[in-house]
């Protein structure tokens, strides 16, 4: 097969244009480089009508908004799965390790919570705290001002508490606390749990010209149709492209390797193209891979040759090896004193939570050491088919009648909803051989 090769060297090439490689396309084009961003998936623009599925009503969809086709609903704006047609993978056995992947531009940074939140002292340094696993070669110091820059440059809201590990940034203003957590924060307090104002990358006021102020519609969990949310595309890629430095986008091109020299170095990509099916290669100086943990694992185990017949970068045979994701747990609960809201008021604020309980205690001694943050949801959002309790439940509760149709059955919905408040944990824990 007759690969075609550009004849053109970037600076840089990054293949990916999620969180990392939206960052890097920012930072490198912002300093005059000439750059080539190699995204796997589509071209993708949350402003655009045709892409658009913000400020939509779940009766403008067959479905009612319900995911029966998609893992996270009908208004989920990210362009994948769990399982995507084409890219299949496998799992060892007595393993369950699902990848999330979205296949567009801006990644994975289309769908997510948008919790924005530094790791502190003590997480860099923690086997000094408990003695479990090992301290990073690096310390909060050395990574602090990036993450100021960082605040800055994509607007984080929240307050400076003056909290020892979980530190002060550069916020905007946060939103207020809603009904159902109020009563969190109350019962917080009973029990000793600290409680503050949430840190999220939603801009609660302006920053630039070029992206909007969130107006609560509550839908935060997908890219932004007025760029009020970070989202890797619109808010690094896009303003890159403006920048003194060149920025060329390749859109559904699936990197298979890097290539090199005889010397070993890195010298350009090799991708298939998904629309006609043939194989490009791209020439750069330098190559950065952002195609997520398991995307740039593949790559570096194709990229085989006589320097590195493992993999490029696998003298030490773990690319790919050791991976661990984010873990966690929840729950809900039915609050009465949340009962037979007034309905007649907006409730939505922002797409997520807008307070959250930071880590506290020391669980060493328990099977799962160091910590974990509390986050908050409930409320009387935007209601889904199936969203969020089951009326005859609770009648039940109160021995109450079941069943019922039409205007009993509304009533007993108006009657329970938002009276469910959940919780959401999530830590870091220290893996133990058995």
């Excluded at 920012?26 to 892409?51: H, M």
């Amino acid at each position: 097969m007759q690969i075609k090769e550009s004849s053109e060297v970037y600076d840089v090439i990054i293949v990916g244009s999620g969180a990392g490689g939206g960052m890097a396309t920012k930072q490198l084009a912002d300093a005059g480089f000439n750059v080539a961003v190699v995204e796997a998936g589509p071209f993708f623009d949350p402003a655009d009508p045709k892409t658009m599925t913000q400020l939509k009503w779940p009766y403008e969809s067959p479905r009612r908004g319900a995911g029966t086709d998609r893992a996270f609903g009908e208004w989920d704006m990210s362009w994948g799965d769990w399982e995507v047609e084409g890219e299949p993978y496998t799992q060892a056995e007595g393993s369950d390790f699902r990848w999330w992947r979205a296949r567009m531009l801006g990644g994975r940074t289309n769908h997510w919570g948008r919790i924005s939140l530094r790791f502190g002292p003590k997480d860099f340094k923690h086997k000094d705290v408990d003695g479990l696993g090992e301290n990073w070669p690096i310390s909060y110091d050395d990574v602090k001002p990036y993450y100021d820059k960082v605040d800055k440059l994509i607007g984080v809201f929240g307050t400076n508490e003056g909290m020892e590990n979980d530190p002060d940034g550069y916020f905007l203003p946060p939103p207020k606390p809603r009904l159902h957590e109020l009563f969190y924060i109350q019962g917080a307090k009973k029990t000793g749990i600290p409680v503050i104002p949430s840190r999220m990358s939603m801009l609660t006021k302006r920053i630039n010209k070029d992206r909007g102020v969130c107006f609560y519609c509550g839908q935060c969990g997908r890219s932004c149709s007025v760029y009020a949310d970070f989202s890797a595309g619109s808010c690094l890629i896009f303003p890159a492209q403006k920048s003194g430095g060149k920025v060329r986008i390749y859109v559904n091109s699936m990197v298979r390797e890097v290539t090199v020299n005889e010397e070993g170095k890195a010298t350009g990509v090799s991708y298939i193209n998904k629309e006609d099916r043939k194989e490009y290669k791209l020439k750069a100086k330098i190559v950065v891979l952002a195609a997520s943990a398991c995307s740039s694992a593949r790559i570096l185990l194709n990229s085989k040759g006589k320097q590195h017949p493992n993999g490029l970068g696998n003298s030490s045979d773990v690319v790919g090896k050791y991976l661990h994701d984010s873990t966690g747990a929840s729950a809900a609960g039915f609050i009465p004193g949340l009962m037979n809201r007034d309905v007649s008021y907006n409730e939505d604020g922002v797409g997520g939570m807008h307070v959250y309980s930071p880590w506290w205690g020391d669980n060493k001694n328990l099977d799962f050491p160091r910590g974990y943050h509390i986050e908050v949801w409930g409320g009387m959002g935007q209601p889904n088919y199936g969203f969020g309790f089951n009326a005859n439940a609770f009648n039940e509760f109160f021995n109450l009648p079941v069943g019922g149709y039409g205007d009993s059955l509304r009533d007993d919905v108006k009657k329970y909803y938002g009276s469910v408040i959940g919780f959401g944990g999530r830590g870091e824990s220290i893996a133990r051989k058995r």
